[in-house]
């Protein structure tokens, strides 16, 4: 077979292959034709063509009459945009008819302001009927009560017997340093006299505004017999008012903590306290009532006759922290202790004290 039969038969061939009878391919125009074809709606003259939606959009959702949401409903619905929804939260209703309403607040407050109101009044007549009653009878029962007290406690040193003024023995419970128990003996008793010699001239001078009516002295012993103290209750002549002027001027004036001013201590002779001078005074403590005729005072020294050149008040020798002498040994203990445990017995004696017929 020559070589133009060979290329001649070579498209018979493929055409066997590829099936008897199949149509030729068309034309490259029918397939891919010049022009695209005419579309079916062509756009009007002066309206800008539509634009072609973009391959990654999804199509929009067709809306449906059974989409409808109730009025106030929160639609929560995932969004193709991805964005979370906005809630808007309504205005909560002040109050619902359906449920019960609230009296007003002036319907229960009228009546508690009446009553109120009415027990004010009731309260001020029956204060105004006791002051009334006080303004007839010229005295109130308080004052009444004062002044019965008053004239109690003056008359007690002629009443009274020593013991239940100066006991034989005082306990101090936590009356000593830091806190430690003191007990006190009594080892003499001066007789009742009056407060000529008794005091020192500045002293002396300083009381006689309320004058001296008697004068009742003990002195008493520490446990170790170291410390001797003596105690002193002077009955004046005065009344309420001067008493509680004098007990004013020595707060304000710092007399009861005056060297010059310092009592003198009940030397007893045939006693321990027998050393008991002037020179051996070391602390003292001086209180004036102004709710009865009395100054109480106590005054410590040490019992061994030892002179003390700078003695000094007892609330001075119980600070902490003082170095003194004194202030060591405990003696502002003592007479503070003592003096605090007599004037108490007497405040105690007048209040059990039965009313006068």
């Known amino acids: 077979m020559s070589g133009s039969d060979r290329v001649a038969a070579e498209p018979v061939a493929a055409s066997a292959a590829l099936g008897e009878g199949a149509p030729p391919p068309p034309p490259a125009s029918a397939r891919l034709p010049d022009a695209p074809p005419a579309p079916a709606n062509p756009p009007r003259p002066g309206v800008p063509p539509a634009r072609a939606p973009r391959a990654d959009t999804a199509p929009p959702r067709p809306r449906t009459s059974a989409a409808r949401r109730a009025l106030g409903a929160v639609d929560l619905s995932p969004r193709p945009d991805g964005h979370r929804p906005f809630v808007f939260l309504a205005r909560p209703a002040l109050y619902d008819d359906t449920t019960t309403r609230l009296r007003p607040v002036a319907a229960w407050l009228r009546p508690r302001a009446a009553a109120a109101a009415a027990c004010a009044v009731l309260g001020l007549g029956l204060i105004g009927g006791a002051v009334t009653g006080s303004w007839l009878t010229g005295e109130s029962d308080a004052a009444g009560g004062s002044r019965d007290t008053y004239a109690t406690a003056g008359a007690l040193w002629h009443s009274l017997p020593v013991d239940a003024l100066f006991p034989p023995t005082i306990k101090g419970g936590g009356a000593g340093p830091g806190g430690a128990d003191r ?43 170291s410390h001797l103290t003596t105690v002193g209750l002077l009955f004046t002549k005065a009344d309420a008012a001067a008493m509680h002027a004098l007990s004013t001027r020595f707060g ?5 903590r005056r060297t010059d001013l310092m009592p003198r201590a009940y030397a007893a002779p045939g006693t321990p306290a027998a050393v008991f001078g002037a020179a051996q005074r070391a602390t003292w403590t001086l209180s004036v009532l102004p709710d009865a005729p009395v100054v109480a005072y106590a005054v410590s020294g040490f019992a061994d006759g030892r002179a003390v050149t700078e003695p000094e008040p007892a609330a001075e020798a119980m600070r902490a922290g003082a170095a003194s002498a004194p202030a060591q040994a405990g003696l502002g203990h003592d007479a503070k202790g003592i003096a605090d445990r007599v004037e108490r017995s007497l405040r105690k004696t007048v209040t059990a004290a039965p009313e006068k017929p």
């Open 183 to 225: 007990v006190w003996n009594r080892v003499a008793v001066a007789p009742d006299s009056g407060c000529a010699k008794a005091f020192d001239p500045l002293l002396r001078k300083a009381l006689a505004p309320v004058g001296c009516r008697r004068l009742l002295r003990a002195t008493y012993t520490d446990a170790t017999k």
């Open 252 to 256: 304000r004036e710092g007399l009861d």
